[in-house]
Nanobody, 123 residues
Framework: QVRLVESGGGSVQAGGSLRLSCAAS????????LAWFRQVPGKEREGVAA???????TYKNSVRGRFTISQDNAKNTLYLQMNNLTPEDTAMYYC?????????????????WGQGTQVTVSS
């Protein structure tokens, strides 16, 4: 059974950093396409960053240069390092995985989802 579990969310002040983790079970990360999404209540879910096993990545424009997506295949874990956070980054963050759809920031392309971890940035 495929399972994704996010952790690492919390409350920080603007300019601070957080590192999100997404631990997987039931499948092997190295053979899947992985991504982070976020959603604010009342707004559409948006793609933040995506990665494939070759190391290629893609980012939402507003986070490029501040966020870094990475994966540790030995630990079957996906990460999102978030630096210089702003209040606009406040959201529930979700990791997602799919065996076929790679480097996409469209959530409809991902089959498996975690439950989310909340990130709150205060000014």
């Amino acid at each position: 059974q495929v399972r994704l579990v996010e952790s690492g969310g919390g409350s920080v002040q603007a300019g601070g950093s957080l590192r999100l983790s997404c631990a997987a079970s039931g499948f092997t990360y190295s053979s899947y396409c992985l991504a982070w999404f976020r959603q604010v209540p009342g707004k559409e879910r948006e793609g933040v960053a995506a990665i494939i096993n070759s190391g290629r990545t893609t980012y939402k424009n507003s986070v490029r240069g501040r966020f870094t997506i990475s994966q540790d295949n030995a630990k079957n874990t996906l990460y999102l390092q978030m630096n210089n956070l702003t209040p606009e980054d406040t959201a529930m963050y979700y990791c997602a995985a799919d065996p076929l759809r790679c480097l996409s920031l469209d959530g409809t392309n991902y089959r498996y989802w975690g439950q989310g971890t909340q990130v709150t940035v205060s000014s």
